[in-house]
């Protein structure tokens, strides 16, 4: 039983080591869905913006009829850049951006969001040294930060990633998003206990999203403690919603990298939303 557990923690870091960690990467700004985000910047798009769609699909066509009505309104591409990002076309979305970019050079918005693009779809330097544009040190933005140091941990820079997260919990003590970063971070270098030290931190901020329990339930696991690792995943959850973290759960610690079926990403680092 201790050598199949101990292959089980083996397949599972070479697969986090191994496999995308865009989530998010998660976009790891703020623990938020590209959805939510959608909000920050429709409120300068004009007056039906208080009345955004929430479905990704719906978003992507109302603002793609603005942004095609005028390409070079920045508030119009980056509304369309988030939203195509939402409804799960990347490429597009970095396209967009990148010509809204070409357009309104300097326009630190537009840099974050075709920052945020280029690290959805692996362009990972490009998407650090476009996202150092974004802001700057004397007015640093700790979502920011915290999306460089997921790219950064994606080009396996682990300790220049986690100074980038301790700045920005310099910014944001205790944030939760930043620290379950921080224990992935850990994980990817087999600090198991270390980045269960961080994790549980940050699932014990009421900010906390499911991705924070999958993630401190999931390095639970990786060190053979299973039935504590699917209470975590559980916690006070619906039935449904619970059955749906522990199959996940399951599904994770049985992966093997070398068969192939490693297309669920790990990206239980926040994406870079």
């Known amino acids: 039983m201790r050598q199949r557990f101990s292959r089980e923690r083996l397949s599972l870091a070479r697969l986090l080591a ?27 798009v004009g007056p039906r913006a208080e009345a955004a769609p929430t479905d990704p699909a719906r ?24 939203a195509l990002r939402a409804n799960g076309q990347r490429a597009q979305a970095a396209a967009v951006l990148e010509q809204a970019n070409i357009a309104s ?8 969001a075709w920052g945020r693009a280029l690290a959805d779809n692996g362009n990972f330097q490009q998407a650090f040294d476009v996202l150092s544009k974004a802001h700057t040190p004397d007015n640093p933005d700790w979502r920011i930060l915290s999306v460089q140091g997921t790219v950064l941990d994606q080009l396996g820079r682990h300790e220049e990633a986690r100074a980038y997260y301790t700045s920005a919990l310099k910014i944001v003590p205790g944030e939760p998003s930043v620290l379950s970063n921080l224990g992935m971070s850990y994980v990817l270098t087999r600090q198991l206990p270390k980045a269960e ?20 339930g999931l390095v639970v696991g990786l060190q053979g403690r299973f039935a504590e690792a699917e209470t975590i995943v559980k916690g006070d959850l619906p039935p449904d919603e619970a059955a749906a973290n522990v199959a996940y759960l399951k599904d994770m ?5 070398r068969s192939g079926r490693n297309g669920v990403p790990v990206a239980q680092l926040n994406r870079p939303e």
């Open 18 to 44: 191994s496999t995308s960690l865009v989530a998010a990467v998660a976009m790891g700004l703020g623990g938020c869905t590209a959805m939510s985000k959608l909000s920050d910047v429709t409120g300068s």
């Open 59 to 82: 978003a992507a066509e109302v603002y793609g009829e603005r942004y095609r009505a005028n390409p070079r309104d920045a508030n119009a591409a980056l509304a369309y850049g988030q």
């Open 105 to 112: 050079p300097g326009n630190k918005p537009l840099l974050a």
């Open 197 to 216: 030290d961080v994790l549980r931190q940050a699932y014990a901020n009421p900010k906390a999203d499911s991705r924070v329990r999958q993630n401190l």
């Open 253 to 257: 610690l049985r992966k093997d990298p």
